[in-house]
């Protein structure tokens, strides 16, 4: 029986006990009527005594007693059976809960009134842990990409109201850590007389996995299809176009875009095919006609080709079963049809394209065994069909089971056609690349494979050159000697540098690509600027100089001058700088090597040709003031006069010598010396010289190499500089002396431009002196430079210096720096034999005379006129010729040559040597003395005949030139 038969049966238990009760009531108060004639009333509860006869009263109080029972009945049964209705319910509600793989929650105030066993198994957290738990306080069991979403819903929720469903999924974390995905439905209800949020919670983690999965494989899916080298077209079932492969697109000539969605057979189907195959395509769909597994038909390209396609297609349905379209796989067969055209036409002619192909083709069985192969085969691969021929033998060992295994597919026909690359072995034993396309087909009933191949061996030994070349091409970049780089613009770092870039800027790769690296750390100061404007001139767009020079920082301080060459070009779908660094550091140096000998060699023209004009005007001087003194007496006033003009004259002298000696044309008496033994000649001198508050230490090397110089003016040389080394010591100081032997390389000298590589001695004084500036140092060997006081130097003492070691082929450097003093280094060649040019002895006191017939040839006419009065003071006859031309024509008109030619050597128009070798083509034995303020050694090539030379230097005494003139005549 179900409740409600339950609660009727109660019902009339319940109204018949009333009725009974009520009976009860009236039959003590009827006898106690009868016994005491009082009517005792339960409905007031008052006593009075009433007349027999109100019975009828007494009748309707048994009714109201019964109707009473009744409903009392009722009401009893109702509240009854609604409880065990709701206890049912509740019963019910457990045992659902608690079998269900549903989390069921109550939460009630951000409290949890009810969790079941599937909630608290999803969590992993016990049911007694969850139970009268704030909600607020599982904000961990949120993952934290997710918590900010459930406090922006619960927000929401709150604000909506009751009676709002509502549904999301978030990512939770279990008890152990674990992360999964709940989807989540919430609804307000009542529960316990107030409003509570009944969750409800589905565990769809592997739903999640299923769906990145699916989503995985319709990628690979779509990749496949792009990579595959058929069409692939998906029409619906009104031929609109809803997908196709980058081979589709690339073989119709439109994008993807303007293909999708698309009438397949109104616009790639030509007019005169598109009506039958759409009516065609529509019985398919519809079922009347089986599909076609395939078929072919032509399609038309975007540039009105036509292309015949080979389908091979299969019907796509619904859930339902129902037709929803086609998929279709096409190869394009327009070359293969009309293959098969020429060879119905005309099977000879096919035979011979066939045989003139220059594609390998060939028919095998499904076995492997060549059964037919055309002229190319046999002529590359060296075979001919036989039956010891078998194809699957000559496939190289690495490829063979990739082959095999696409022709098992083929033969199993689980596809038709396919294509490969692989390796075969050649009639000689070698191997090559094939490139085939395989496909099978049968003659009578027989499964055949078609091969055509290309030879792609070139290709494949190109594509190993040039990954060769690649590796040729990094490692040319590892071994530059350029600084290669690639600074990525949006990171500011470098994405690549070679060895030469880490090495010149003492980084290492990881330093460089870090990201907290900063490129102006490798831009010294004065650069600063200049790479900043080009770096905010790039982020606007303005085009930029490739090259440019700036100065870098290394990690060490270390200042470099380098040559930029840069490009922007595209990098990961940004941009980047690639560049290359040129250390022009060396070439600067030489640079300005080059421009300070530049600088000297022009003061240095300019200083000889002063020097070479003075000396003929201290000629005039010195001559007449012989000339005055031979002529007086020594008791004349006017003598001792003329001593001190003669004496200025011979100061003057020395300035001049000092000047050619800066212009490396002073004449030199060079001969073998040993620069210890001489510097240890010095040695009391220079102590003397330095004084008693600067120490002198003197290094000698031993078994010093001898060097070939004049002595006397290397002497001078190493006075002078000692001499500046102790002015600039003047509270006195260290003063050191060292010499050594050096072997230089070409590396070696590569800063010592002026030098070539051998054997060199090194003389190095070093002070320890209050140094000098940089603008000192660019001028510290200019004629007449002085950083003395007025008076007290003429600036010519390093000038002189700087010529005689140039003049001996050797080499002067500098090092100085304020506050550190100053280091200078003398490099001479080393030698063994000495090869100088000594002048003649001492000239002796007394005066030869002579009569012989003189040629003087000067261009200065007042040096010429007081030689010439000087010679014929001295007996001789004199003929004068101011050019070596106009002396020339003196001689063609003699009747017998001079006894003598007198020539300046630097004239304009013709050099005296250019002049008597001229001379000597009319006179061959003409004797000749030269005279000049230059060195002999200049002029020494141009004495074409190597006649010994004879030579005056200017200014000349007067007394020189008298045995100078005898000593020419007499030998």
Known sequence: MDARGKGVKTEFKIAGGAILFGLFLELIDALLDYLFFYDISFWDISFARVPNHEIFIRATNLILVAIFGIIAAKFVTRHRTTTEALRE??????????????????????????????ASEMSEYPVEELLSTDVRNLAMAIHPEDRQFIMEQALKKQAGGEDIVTHYTFRAITKTGKMKWIELYSKTIQYEGRSADFVTLIDITDRKKAERSLRRERDMAQNNLDMAGTIIVALGIDGEISLINHRGCELLGYGEDEIIGKNWFDQFVPFHRGSKLKNDFRDMIAGKRDIAEYYEHPILTRNGAERTMAWHNVLIRDDQGHCAGTLSSGEDITERKLAERALRESEERFRLMFNSSHDLMAITNTNGKTVWANTAWRRILGYTPDSHDNARDRIHPEDKDVVLDLWRKMDAGETDITNLEYRYRIASGEYVYLESTVRKFSVRDQALMFIISHNITERKQAEAALRESEEMYRTLIEQSNDAIYLLSEEKGTFEFINPRFAELMELTPDEAKSLGFDLMDLVANESRSLIE???????????????????ALTRSGKVLELEASVVRVPYKGGHAIQGVLRDLSERKSLEAQLRQAQKMEAIGNLAGGVAHDFNNLLAIITGHTELALMTIGSDNLLYQNIIEIQKAADRATELTRQLLAFSRVQSLKPRIIDINRAIKDLDQMLRRTIGENISLVITPSDELWKVNADQVQLEQAIINLVVNARDAMPLGGNLVLETMNAVLSEDDIRNLTDLIPGKYIILTIRDTGMGMTKDVLDRIFDPFFTTKEPGKGTGLGLSMVYGLIKQSNGHIEVESEPGRGSTFRIFLPATEDGDGILDSEPVPEDVPMGNETLLVVEDDDAVRAMAAGVLKWLGYKVLEAPTGKDAYQICEKMDKPVDLVISDVVMPQMSGIEFTAQLRTLWPEVKVLYMSGYSLSQFLPGDADGKEMIYLQKPFRLISLAHKVRKALDT
């Open 89 to 118: 319910s509740e019963a019910k509600f457990r045992l659902f809960s608690e079998q269900s793989l549903l989390g069921l929650i109550i939460i009630q105030d951000n409290w949890i009134k009810y969790i079941n066993q599937a």
């Open 533 to 551: 404007e080009r770096l905010q001139k790039r982020r606007g767009g303005e085009t930029l100089p490739s090259r440019y020079e700036f100065s």
